[in-house]
Nanobody, 127 residues
Framework: QVQLVESGGGLVQAGGSLRLSCAAS????????MGWFRQAPGKEREFVAA????????YYADSVRGRFTISRDNAKNTVYLQMNSLKPEDTAVYYC????????????????????WGQGTQVTVSS
């Protein structure tokens, strides 16, 4: 069982930066694949980024690649999402997700494959 708590959201101007954090409880955090998803009003939840348990493999949506960086600190049970060069279209509620048994790349990108979710943190980018 894993509980996830996101923080770090807020209001920022276009071109600015934010760093989201997701603190996880549970002794087996280090074996979980961790993902970030976002959901804008009236839209479906979409994949943003993910990282394997070892940190050796990372995945990004095309819309954020080169601007966002996902990382994790297993000693602190925390995963981060550094967001640079933010755009108004990045405005959404950002959710942290975790799962211990995600296999293929296509599964990593699918919200349906994650068993554990945080409550979300709002990111608003003004133009």
């Amino acid at each position: 069982q894993v509980q996830l708590v996101e923080s770090g959201g807020g209001l920022v101007q276009a071109g600015g930066s934010l760093r989201l954090s997701c603190a996880a409880s549970g002794r087996t955090f280090s074996v979980y694949t961790m993902g970030w998803f976002r959901q804008a009003p009236g839209k479906e939840r979409e994949f943003v980024a993910a990282i394997r348990w070892s940190g050796g493999s990372t995945y990004y949506a095309d819309s954020v690649r080169g601007r966002f960086t996902i990382s994790r600190d297993n000693a602190k049970n925390t995963v981060y999402l550094q967001m640079n060069s933010l755009k108004p279209e990045d405005t959404a509620v950002y959710y942290c997700a975790a799962d211990p048994a995600i296999g293929t790349r296509s599964m990593v990108l699918s919200a349906a494959k994650y068993d554990y979710w945080g409550q979300g943190t709002q990111v608003t980018v003004s133009s």
